[in-house]
C-alpha cells in the first residue's frame, strides 16, 4: 500500500459520484426546510453544510452504482443516511456536552440543548419519510434496525466509558454501535436498492461494518499518537475524558495490581493529576497495546478489502478498496 496516495479515495468517490451527490445536497437542503420552525434549517443547517467529508451517503451511493442501479431511489436513501448521521451527532453533542465539533462552535453551543434534541429528532422524522418514499420494506427493516442499534450503543458507551470491566467484546459493541451500524447500513441499502444478490447484499453489509469498526479503532489509536493539527484533537483527550478505548482495554487487561490502581483513580474515579497521562502512555507503551491496536485496525481494514472480492469488478470497487486503506493509512 502506497503511504502516499496522491488523490484521496474519499475524494475520487467524490469525483466519480458527484452528480448523484449533488442530487442528495439539493435533497437535503429541500427536505431540512420547515415553514413552521425557522430554527430547524438554521441549527441543520449549521452541521449538515459544516464540510463533512459526506462519506456515509457516499457509501450507499458507491454501493448502488457499482451493483448496476440506475433508478434514483438510491439519492433518498443517501440522503436518509445523512439526517440519520446529523441527527446522532447532535443529541451525541448535547449528551458529551461538547463545545466544538469540525472545529466550530456546536449547534447545542451556539443555540441551547434543547433546539438541538428536537432538531435531531426532527431530522430521524424526515430520514423515516424518506425511506418509505423508497417503498421498500426490506430497506426500511435496514435502516430502522440501525437506527436502533446507533442508540443502543450510545446508551451502552454511557455505563461502559469509565467501567474497568468493560473488554473488548463490549468495545466492539459500543463501536458497532456508534460508528459501523451505519457504515454498514449505508453500503446495504445501496445494494438492496439496486437488486443486488443475496451474497452481494451480504458483502457490502460485512464491508461497511469491517470499514467501521476500523475507523473507530484508527480514531481512538490517534488520540494517543496522532498529530493534533491534523486530527482537531489533543493528544489524550480521550484519557482526560476518562472513555476507555482499545488501546487502555488491553492495558488494564494486563495490568498488575499496582497499574490497575492507577487506571480505577483516573479513569472510573476521575481522578486525574499532572503526570497521569505520562503515565497512561508509559503503561501502553510496556505491554505494546498502541502497536496491538494498531494491528486490530489493519486486520478490520483488511475484511473490508476481502468482503469486496464478490461484488461486480468496477472503478467505485477499487476505489472502496483503498477507502479501507485510507482509513488507516494514517496509522503508519
Not at 52 to 62: D, I, S, Y
Not at 89 to 96: A, I, P
Not at 154 to 165: D, H
Not at 167 to 196: C, H, M, N, P
Amino acid at each position: 500500500m502506497d503511504q502516499v496516495m496522491t488523490r484521496k479515495p474519499h475524494e475520487m468517490l467524490a469525483a466519480t459520484l458527484s452528480q448523484e451527490l449533488e442530487a442528495v445536497n439539493v435533497l437535503i437542503r429541500t427536505r431540512m426546510a420547515s415553514e413552521h420552525a425557522p430554527r430547524i434549517p438554521e441549527v441543520t443547517a449549521h452541521l449538515v453544510e459544516a464540510g463533512g467529508k459526506r462519506l456515509r451517503p457516499m457509501l450507499t451511493l458507491a454501493a448502488a452504482r457499482m451493483c448496476g442501479y440506475d433508478g434514483d431511489h438510491h439519492v433518498k436513501l443517501a440522503a436518509t443516511v445523512e439526517f440519520i448521521h446529523t441527527a446522532t451527532l447532535l443529541h451525541d453533542d448535547v449528551v458529551d456536552e461538547s463545545a466544538q465539533r469540525r472545529g466550530r462552535p456546536t449547534a447545542n453551543l451556539l443555540w441551547d440543548n434543547k433546539s438541538s434534541v428536537l432538531v435531531g429528532d426532527y431530522l430521524f422524522a424526515r430520514s423515516f419519510q424518506l425511506m418509505v418514499e423508497t417503498e421498500s420494506l426490506r430497506v426500511l427493516d435496514i435502516l430502522a434496525n440501525a437506527s436502533a442499534t446507533i442508540a443502543e450503543g450510545e446508551v451502552l458507551q454511557m455505563t461502559a466509558a469509565s467501567n474497568l470491566k468493560t473488554d473488548e467484546g463490549i468495545y466492539l459493541q459500543v463501536v458497532r454501535g456508534k460508528t459501523a451500524a451505519l457504515f454498514s447500513a449505508a453500503t446495504e441499502v445501496g445494494g438492496v436498492i439496486a437488486g443486488a444478490s443475496e451474497a452481494q447484499v451480504k458483502a457490502l453489509f460485512e464491508y461497511g461494518d469491517a470499514l467501521g469498526i476500523a475507523f473507530q479503532i484508527a480514531d481512538d489509536l490517534l488520540d494517543y499518537q496522532g498529530d493534533s493539527k491534523a486530527t482537531g484533537k489533543n493528544v489524550g483527550d480521550d484519557f482526560r475524558e476518562r472513555k476507555l478505548t482499545l488501546p487502555v482495554i488491553k492495558a488494564v487487561a494486563q495490568a498488575t495490581d499496582e497499574e490497575r490502581a492507577f487506571w480505577t483513580r483516573t479513569i472510573e474515579k476521575g481522578k486525574q493529576q499532572d503526570g497521569d497521562l505520562e503515565e497512561a502512555l508509559a503503561l501502553m507503551a510496556k505491554y505494546g497495546t498502541l502497536e496491538a491496536t494498531r494491528q486490530d485496525a489493519l486486520a478490520w481494514a483488511g475484511k473490508a478489502r476481502a468482503a469486496l472480492e464478490v461484488l461486480p469488478d468496477h472503478e467505485i470497487r477499487t476505489m472502496l478498496s483503498d477507502l479501507a486503506d485510507y482509513v488507516v493509512a494514517r496509522l503508519n
